[in-house]
């Protein structure tokens, strides 16, 4: 069992900056793939960027180039570094853990508000 907890959401003006956190109460190296989603009111859950053990990223293209996915190991935490913010980025966004071992589990945390004014 991984409890997530985010943290670092807020209100900014569009081309603002914001820094996600992810605290598991667990290692998350080796085997964890790692990753952020987003919510946005009416709209379906997404994927903005993924991180693997072997630190492989991918992001989104609506980010791609704006949003860094990082983790610290020694503090079990992941990152997400968002910056040139924009109003369509306004969502509530929550940390995923995906432990690929069998049987697959995955985890989330409970959501942190990112609202971008325009």
């Known amino acids: 069992q991984v409890e997530l907890v985010e943290s670092g959401g807020g209100l900014v003006h569009t081309g603002g900056s914001l820094r996600l956190s992810c605290a598991a109460s667990?290692?998350?190296?080796?085997?964890?793939?790692m990753a952020w989603y987003r919510q946005a009111p009416g709209k379906l859950r997404e994927v903005v960027a993924t991180?693997?053990?072997?630190?492989?990223?991918t992001y989104a293209d609506s980010v791609q180039g704006r949003f860094t996915i990082s983790r610290d190991n020694a503090k079990n935490t992941v990152y997400l570094q968002m910056h040139r913010l924009q109003p369509d980025d306004t969502a509530v966004y929550y940390c995923n853990a995906f432990d690929m071992r069998a049987p697959a589990q995955n985890y989330w945390g409970q959501g942190t508000q990112v609202t971008v004014s325009s």
């Open positions: 667990t290692s998350i190296n080796g085997w964890y793939v």
């Open positions: 991180l693997t053990p072997g630190s492989s990223t």
